[in-house]
């Protein structure tokens, strides 16, 4: 399977188990919700609800930022969308479906997140043989200083 072929694909499941959840939930199914759940699914980064504002906007879709935090709700619900707070920064979200279990790794400076793919880590959890317990999901969450902050940090000495 082509990536573009892939790509269209997970948009179309996505669209499928949100259109049931909408319907079970007795929610209303706007064009609204589904370009907010087509621009998640087209971005591969962690973002916040400005952005998605921002990207609605430029679509000319005219919704409130409370729209917006709704829908974003309801994803986070339905499991196809996760919702981060690093540190003490505004909230972030990021696609669930399709998307590779990661880590994060978190400038305290700039505030930039990146994702981090550590396969022996993920195996190690994934071993460990909780007793009395099986996990459904986790997040690890790593804060330091990013390569490009440290640089100018160092020219500021
Ligand atoms: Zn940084
Ligand atoms: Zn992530």
């Not at 087209?42 to 930022?65: P, T």
């Not at 619900?77 to 540190?87: I, P």
């Not at 700039?110 to 009395?132: H, S, T, W």
Request: with cysteine.
């Amino acid at each position: 399977m082509t990536k573009e072929k892939e790509k269209i694909d997970i948009k179309t499941k996505v669209r499928t188990l949100f259109d049931n959840f909408l319907f079970l939930k007795h929610c209303r199914k706007t064009s609204e919700r589904y370009a907010i759940l087509d621009l998640v699914y087209s971005n591969k980064e962690h973002f916040d609800i400005e952005w998605l504002y921002k990207e609605m906007e430029k679509q000319s879709f005219r919704v409130s930022r409370s729209t917006i935090y709704n829908t974003m709700q309801l994803l986070v619900e339905c499991h196809l969308a996760q919702k981060h707070q690093f540190g003490k920064s505004i909230s972030v979200y990021e696609h669930t479906y399709g998307n590779d279990l990661h880590h994060h790794l978190i400038c305290n400076s700039c505030k930039k997140v990146m994702e981090y793919k550590d396969p022996g880590l993920i195996q190690f959890i994934a071993n460990n043989g909780m007793k009395r317990f099986t996990p459904t999901h986790y997040s690890l969450n790593i804060y330091g200083i990013c390569s490009a902050c440290s640089r100018k940090n160092k020219k500021k000495i």
